[in-house]
């Protein structure tokens, strides 16, 4: 018999500001990197936009009380920079604040605790202009912002995290290009990520400065779940090279200290890693009160094939003919097979046990949260407006028994965040990938919660998992 998850659980749902919000040029918010990116013809499928997404800045307070209805008892949500402070420097803009002041007391009055993400990749476009991520400097500003969104929001929210999926961030805005900025140079990548995890070190410490002693400060990160597609020594070594460039580039310096000796070796033909200065490492390395992971489906990759001329893309992503993989963009990349979502991502809730087991391990004493988990269908409302989505049902109740898995043989896991609330702005995807637990029509408006969020508030409300049908 699996466990029952544990006292005091978190369930929650999750989304991004760009990825909802809309109201993209209103009270004073300038451009980010995704405003710009999503403009630019041929970026974004459907040449959609953030402009309007699900207008959440309008729809807030009805947003809320779904989530009040569902019966969730937690919101993970994203601030936009450009909202806040839109050149990314300078004087906060208070109005913009004032819409994440008033969010969070309808959350707090719902009994729905928040917690708040500051940097879900929506880059103000004048940092980028100025460098971005792969310049030093954004790290600074990165924990200014921080403390400004610190003081505005800190009497009232305990949970907060530092950077959303930095790989990301990094990788696919510089790498491979498929996300805002769009840049292709494998060493602006590496630097990127070098900024983003001094960038969280800053941030950490300008949030423990400003925050009263019960905030909760973590990060999320999107760890590679990495499988050698067999025993071969050649497909280990690959492994080891994608493990090194997805997952230990974060958790290296971020839980100890270093970046590894064989990500620096594995990229010496294209830097020196000088930008890496003196005190970084200690800067990257502060307390954390949890790890946030963010898992869908994992990946299988074999020996490098010299032939390859288009890189790799990332599992799902869209494929470019650039490599998010810096020196190691000849590792072939596998699609197991097996039942996939929408995004062509193989279901496989494997995958969220071994990584809740893999970071058990890794840092011990640290609990963990799943911050993002889900899966993207091509749901249709039925005649009768009503909107069914049995496969999600399927996906959550597999994924969820892998944690109760994970908790029973020691994963100190303290709460799961559904990805998403309500179908939204899917990237690169557009609109057209549907990952919500309520759905949205994009003409109307209209929310209409489908089976799945009735099933997910059902446990949200008991703690038991119900089983896989509506
Ligand atoms: C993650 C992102 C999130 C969403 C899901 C499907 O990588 O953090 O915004 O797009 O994927």
């Avoid at 013809?41 to 309008?58: L, Q, R, Y």
């Avoid at 970046?259 to 200065?277: E, K, M, N, R």
């Amino acid at each position: 018999m699996p466990v029952s998850f544990p006292p005091g659980f978190l369930w929650g749902t999750a989304t991004a500001a760009y990825q909802i919000e809309g109201a993209a040029a209103e009270g004073g918010r300038t451009p980010s990197i995704w405003d710009t990116f999503s403009r630019t013809p041929g970026k974004v499928e459907n040449g959609d936009t953030g402009d309007i997404a699900v207008d959440h800045f309008h729809r807030r307070a009805e947003d809320v009380r779904l989530m009040g209805d569902l019966g969730v008892g937690a919101y993970r949500f994203s601030v936009s920079w450009p909202r806040v402070q839109p050149t990314g420097r300078g004087p906060a803009l208070q109005c913009g604040l004032d819409f994440y002041r008033a969010l969070v007391d309808d959350l707090l009055a719902h009994g729905i605790r928040p917690v708040l993400t500051l940097y879900h990749w929506d880059l103000p476009q004048e940092l980028e202009s100025a460098g971005g991520w792969p310049a030093r400097e954004t790290a600074q500003r990165f924990a200014e912002y921080a403390g400004i969104v610190a003081d505005a929001l800190g009497d009232r929210v305990e949970l907060w995290t530092t950077l959303n999926e930095p790989w990301c961030s990094a990788f696919l805005g510089y790498g491979s290009g498929v996300h805002a900025p769009g840049r292709t140079d494998p060493v602006a990548a590496l630097r990127a990520a070098h900024h983003l995890n001094l960038g969280h070190g800053l941030a950490v410490q300008a949030l423990r400065s400003a925050l009263p002693a019960r905030a909760q400060i973590s990060v999320s990160l999107n760890p590679s779940v990495v499988r050698a597609a067999s025993d071969a020594p050649g497909d280990h070594d690959a492994r080891r090279r994608i493990d090194a460039l997805a997952n230990r580039i974060f958790a290296g310096p971020l839980l100890k200290g270093a970046y590894p000796q064989d990500l620096i070796a594995d990229t010496a033909s294209l830097t020196d890693w000088s930008f890496v200065q003196g005190s970084d490492p200690s800067v990257i390395r502060q307390r954390l009160d949890w790890l946030g992971l963010n898992y869908y489906a994992p990946a299988v990759v074999s020996a490098p094939d010299p032939d390859r001329r288009a890189g790799p893309r990332r599992d799902g992503h869209a494929p470019s003919d650039h490599s998010p993989w810096p020196a190691s963009e000849q590792v072939v990349f596998h699609q197991p097979p097996g039942e996939r979502t929408a995004m062509g991502w193989s279901v496989d809730p494997s995958g969220l046990y071994d990584l809740l087991l893999h970071y058990t391990r890794e840092a011990p004493g640290l609990p963990l949260m799943i911050t993002e988990n889900g899966a993207a269908y091509d749901d249709k409302p039925a005649v009768d407006g009503t909107v069914h989505d049995p496969d999600r049902i399927r996906y959550l109740h597999s994924h969820l028994a892998a944690v109760q898995r994970a908790i029973a043989d020691g994963a100190d896991v303290r709460g799961y965040f559904l990805w998403s609330l309500m179908d939204n702005f899917e990237w690169s995807y557009g609109y057209g990938k549907r990952f919500g637990a309520v759905y949205v029509d994009y003409e109307t408006q209209a929310r209409v919660p489908k089976s799945s969020a009735h099933w997910y508030g059902r446990l949200a409300r008991t703690g038991e998992l119900p089983p896989p049908v509506a």
